[in-house]
T-cell receptor
């Protein structure tokens, strides 16, 4: 079984719809992250959480919200989807790090298309 | 702001040759650099981490260097194989305990 599981793997929806992407992990890590990946732009951080009671905005949080339901679960919501949110979304986890000394462990992504 | 750059052009090389990918960083001196591999339709997979006081790190056919003077890391794959074809991402630690990723370089190894 995968250590970091994202659902759904693919989603097509319409502008204005509310969408939730889910992530669960069996790594036992406290830290969880949501990224989006667009061609030529690389991975950009949307939100991150260092423990269940901690939620932080990343560089592109506008239009998104998150919920950390448990240590193992971190969900990303698009309250009212718009076409420029069409992208590949990744969830990741890591152990506590100091300046990047811990690797991140990624799920296989959700391909989201908004028409 | 912190920035990390990789050559966005694809790199195509002959099987058996050494592939060399470049990662440059600006506006921040990271203590660590990380390299990941990403296959189509999959999430990035961690390969190697190098610390600023390490000039070179090796793992099987992979070698990473970290030049703090040039603000650059090089990623080498020796005796390359078609199975090494993928996109390779460089990442740096930031001052806020986050990782900043480059946009990746696509590597193609032709038989």
């Amino acid at each position: 079984d995968a250590d970091v599981t994202q659902t759904p793997r693919n989603r097509i929806t319409k502008t204005g719809k509310r969408i939730m992407l889910e992530c669960s992990q069996t790594k036992g890590h406290d830290r969880m992250y949501w990224y989006r990946q667009d061609p030529g732009l690389g991975l950009r951080l949307i939100y991150y959480s260092f423990d269940v009671k901690d939620i932080n905005k990343g560089e592109i949080s506008d239009g998104y919200s998150v919920s950390r339901q448990a240590q193992a679960k971190f969900s990303l919501s698009l309250e009212s989807a718009i076409p420029n949110q069409t992208a590949l979304y990744f969830c990741a986890t890591s152990a506590p790090d100091t300046g990047g000394d811990q690797p991140q462990h990624f799920g296989d992504g959700t391909r989201l298309s908004i028409l | 702001s912190q920035k990390i750059e990789q050559n966005s052009e694809a790199l195509n090389i002959q099987e058996g040759k050494t592939a060399t990918l470049t990662c440059n960083y600006t506006n921040y001196s990271p203590a660590y650099l990380q390299w990941y591999r990403q296959d189509p339709g999959r999430g990035p997979v961690f390969l190697l981490l190098i610390r600023e006081n390490e000039k070179e790190k090796r793992k099987e056919r992979l070698k990473v260097t970290f030049d703090t003077t040039l603000k650059q890391s090089l990623f080498h794959i020796t005796a390359s194989q078609p199975a090494d074809s993928a996109t390779y991402l460089c990442a740096q630690g930031s001052s806020a305990s986050k990782i900043i990723f480059g946009s990746g370089t696509r590597l193609s190894i032709r038989p």
